[in-house]
């Protein structure tokens, strides 16, 4: 079994930044791309950032390029989500996913292995 967990979540004013992190633990494979994806009350679950095994490869969802940035380390079998400037609109539900192989995914289907989540609030 592979566990999953999510931290660094909390309350920010638009503007700030906060760090959050995750941690696989467990029977994991050798290799695993891995992502970060949020969901908002009401809104469906999407990807904001992901990563290959390597860290040589990263995708960000338009709407947080040149303000989010993700970094693993594979020492650690740990990932990371550094968000800057924060906006109202990053407000959600935080969520981190493992899927075997050397590549990252987009899709929530594709991922394996799913942390709880760490909620993020953007405050005015």
């Known amino acids: 079994q592979v566990q999953v967990v999510e931290s660094g979540g909390g309350l920010v004013q638009a503007g700030g930044s906060l760090r959050l992190s995750c941690a696989a633990s467990?029977?994991?494979?050798?290799?695993?791309?891995m992502g970060w994806f949020r969901q908002a009350p009401g809104k469906e679950r999407e990807i904001v950032a992901a990563?290959?095994?390597?860290?040589?490869?990263?995708h960000y969802t338009d709407s947080v390029k040149g303000r989010f940035t993700i970094s693993r380390n594979n020492g650690k079998n740990t990932a990371y989500l550094q968000m800057n400037r924060l906006k109202l609109e990053d407000t959600a539900v935080y969520y981190c996913?493992?899927?075997?192989?050397?590549?990252?995914?987009?899709?929530?289907?594709?991922?394996?292995?799913w942390g709880q989540g760490t909620q993020v609030t953007v405050s005015s």
């Open positions: 996913a493992l899927r075997r192989g050397l590549s990252f995914a987009t899709t929530p289907r594709e991922y394996d292995y």
């Open positions: 467990g029977r994991t494979s050798s290799t695993y791309g």
């Open positions: 990563i290959n095994w390597s860290g040589t490869s990263t």
